[in-house]
């Protein structure tokens, strides 16, 4: 079916900037959309940005004018463009292709880390 891979994360300085990529392999038959997810030890994965077959988007309100999430067809290829990070922005960073014939499908993350 679908793989995804994360790329991209890494260590940044507050105020700092990442992208993130996806690369998406396998058939994208029945795939509605993508996402960025991320999880901090202990706590629930927690929805961050959306995309969906007709180019809409969705951002959670905490990184609302920060984040951009974007997609390049010709390349397989999801991004999570991260702008002005805080330190709450630390977490694995999970990529999802949602499925109209579920389950969805899920990367193994990318650890990105906001700190001095």
């Known amino acids: 079916q679908v793989q995804l891979v994360e790329s991209g994360g890494g260590l940044v300085q507050p105020g700092g900037s990442l992208r993130l990529s996806c690369v998406a392999s396998g058939s994208m038959r029945n795939i509605n959309g993508f996402g960025w997810f991320r999880q901090v030890p202990g706590k629930e994965r927690e929805l961050v940005a959306l995309i969906g077959v007709t180019g809409s988007t969705f951002y959670t309100v905490s990184v609302k004018g920060r984040f951009t999430i974007s997609r390049d067809n010709a390349k397989n290829t999801v991004y999570l463009q991260m702008n002005s990070l805080k330190q709450g922005g630390t977490a694995v960073y999970y990529c999802?292709?949602?499925?109209?014939?579920?389950?969805?499908?899920w990367g193994q993350g990318t650890q990105v880390t906001v700190s001095s």
């Open positions: 999802v292709a949602r499925s109209s014939n579920t389950p969805d499908f």
